[in-house]
């Protein structure tokens, strides 16, 4: 077994060297799962507001970027030990994320949280049964408010708990639900929209200061000259800056 | 794909349907399924190979050596799957990339472990950081087949071992008596005529391995179950051109289907090894082809 590990390390050694060029390519790891921030279009390819905002942030950076698609649960992981250099996934500026890595700026505004739960529902915040995404703010303001909370890995996953009545109402960021709510006549918007967490941002490694200053220089020239807002807008996020 | 597929709004039913099967999207899971026979095809004779290493050491007389491969074998089956699969990889990928950096970067000054971070320098990142998508991939996918065959190699181990045991001590005996070293009784008696105790443990073992490609997407590698969930998953208009409903059912009956061939034509492959292994065994398998012919 030991051979086997140590051959299989100087493959791989070989097998990067042929690959050594120092031109740098920074890379994007998002969720795809999560329109209209993020989701895989009809070609396979990443796209959504965020691959749109992205792809200007590296123009404007003047880096290479390439996308790679992760799954939510291990987002965090993969980024601080390397497998790519950004989070951009329609992840919310916390202190609890912060701990771990750093944010540039956010680039959307703090977006409303809102609750879709069938038609005609009403919604017991105490004792009621509330599905969110794993690993989100929404999960953890649920579990702060004392509900009941079902978790879980996909946001999609989430609205068919509401339609089956495993939950009874989802929380989520209202620009995820609004197109859903839009589409679907059993299920509506319940209750007030609540505000949580600081925005989205670029998640980063804590020892990665350059790559953030330079992303956070394009976010503010993006914010400066209006064009991230147009993208707000087209994108139909909410508030602009 | 096809050229009427350019306004997908007006088609319907078949021709709505050809198109939708045919986008790019959909070419994504036909690649995973090759992903995933690819993988299996390299996997179960790595992990049988892992298997047979783990169970030669464990019954060696050498003491260090029987105790690296009892260890292997009692820590890896007793670690869950899904932990094995979160923490292994990482550790193992951070390990190769450690090497590297030590041998690549002598007079690299900063501590590699930065609070939560693991930095390497540049040349040591493995793939290299500006390496093609498919470079990425692939190293994926073969972190992806050393982590399977690791963790099967563990309980084929175990299976080889049991069957190892399992060989009549007669036999070794005999050979023993016509004067044939232990490396030979080893090779020419005990091998030959373990298989045949070890074949139902390994092919229980194959038909597990068949359905935890799922745990692929741990490691970004992307499998039939990702495609079929995202692309089962409820899809409104704003955001692809063939909304539908909730077809997950209908995607993961496809996958029931795909599955249960898999598992049925491997019986059917199983069936004949056994049939051809069992032939001249002191078993009562053998004794009753015996007596048939």
Redesign the interface.
Known sequence: ?KK?LIG??AL??L??AA?????????LGTE??Y??YN???????V??FERELGDELCKRAEL?C?W????W??II??L????Y?AIIAGMSITDERDE??DFTQNYTQPDPSAFLAMEGMDLDMEGGIFAAQAGTIQASYIAEMGATLVEFA?P?ET??AV?NGEADAVLADKAYLA??A??SADLAFVGEDILIGGGIGLGL????GELREKFDAAIQSMKDDGSLNALIEKWELGATF | MFGFCTDPDTLSGLSWMACYLT???H??IYWSVGTVLLLLAITAPAAL??GF??AS?ARSRILPLSW?GRG?IAIVRGVPDIAFF?FFV?AL?????W??HK?KCPDWDQPIR???????C??A???????A?W??ET?GF?LAV?TFA?VF?AFAANVLFGAMRAVPRAQMETAEAYGMSPRQCYWRILVPQMWVYALPGLSNLWMVLIKATPLL??L?V?DIVYWA??LG??K????????HG?W?MWYFLALLVFYLMFTRVSEIVLDRIMKRLTHGQATSGGEAQRKAA
């Open positions: 077994m086997l299989t390390a791989a050694m097998a990067g690959f050594a060029e120092s031109h740098s390519v920074v890379r795809g799962a329109p209209p989701y895989i279009d009809d070609d396979g390819e796209a959504g290479t390439e790679v698609t992760n799954e649960d291990s992981p993969n601080v030990s390397g497998n250099d771990v890595i996909t999609d609205i068919a339609r197109p859903i839009e589409e490694r804590e020892s990665d | 986008t790019g999207k070419m994504a190979a892992f290493a783990g050491a690296l292997y979160l990482i990928d951070q390990f190769f990339e090497i590297r041998a930065q609070g939560n971070d693991f930095v390497v540049a040349e990142k493995l793939p290299l950081g500006n390496a998508q470079v990425h190293y073969f050393l690791i190699g997407f741990l970004g992307e969930r995202e998953g409820a409104t208009a704003r955001f692809t051109d063939y909304p909730d997950r």
